[in-house]
């Protein structure tokens, strides 16, 4: 799959726009973590395996992660492409700083972070973009960083509605292996592959090296 940059810019400003507009039903949905059975623990096996406690929720969506994390002892700065799920997330929880931005270039120092979380974010983008989107991750980690994401398995890509939000969302499926080659691409190592018993989903740990 080919995308130009209009297009790129096109399919993130519509999931922006859906984001916004569904924030009420999707912070109902997604909001607590009774709703998502194992992201506990994984959240724990994420934040014990940080060097420090600096650490960048990507995709903060309703801020039930970046909530958790502040719980444990991080300090997080939140970031998400909708601005409606920013400000739900800095009304719930003390977070250290609000990024409005998409993934494929995050307006972030290099070096900076301790842990990149992104929970069901990278998803939403093309996976042709998934290489240089797991690049910007490495570049904003600190040497030794951990990274957390969340995909689900599987293959194809595309619009898909569901019942959270009014209008369809990207989703690309992927192969956890050819993710792991994209992230040793990127510059990780240590790379692990964990089910997360949630359907399809699987959790990818990563360090920078």
């Not at 719930?92 to 972070?113: E, I, T």
Request: glycine share 10%.
């Amino acid at each position: 799959m080919h995308l130009t940059d209009e297009e790129l810019r096109a399919l993130v400003s519509r999931t922006r726009r859906t984001y916004d507009e569904s924030a009420a039903s999707y912070i109902r949905t997604t909001g607590t973590l009774d709703k998502f059975p194992g992201l506990d623990r994984e959240l724990d096996r994420f934040f014990e395996a940080l060097p420090g406690n600096l650490v960048l929720d990507v995709g903060c969506g309703a801020g039930r992660d970046t909530e958790y994390l502040i719980e444990r002892g991080a300090v997080v700065v939140a970031s998400d492409v909708s601005g409606e799920m920013l400000r739900h997330t800095r009304g719930r929880c003390a977070v250290f700083g609000a990024v409005q931005c998409d993934l494929v270039a995050l307006p972030l120092a290099a070096g900076v972070f301790d842990g990149v979380w992104a929970c069901a974010s990278v998803l939403h983008l093309p996976s042709v973009t998934h290489l240089a989107t797991f690049a910007e991750i490495h570049r904003v980690l600190a040497p030794g960083g951990v990274a957390g994401i969340s995909l689900k398995a599987g293959t194809g890509e595309g619009w898909v509605h569901d019942d959270r939000m009014s209008s369809p969302r990207w989703f690309s499926l992927r192969s956890p292996d050819a993710v792991v080659e994209e992230l040793v691409a990127a510059g990780f190592g240590s790379v692990r592959v964990s089910p997360s018993g949630r359907g399809t989903w699987f959790v990818v740990e990563a360090v920078k090296a």
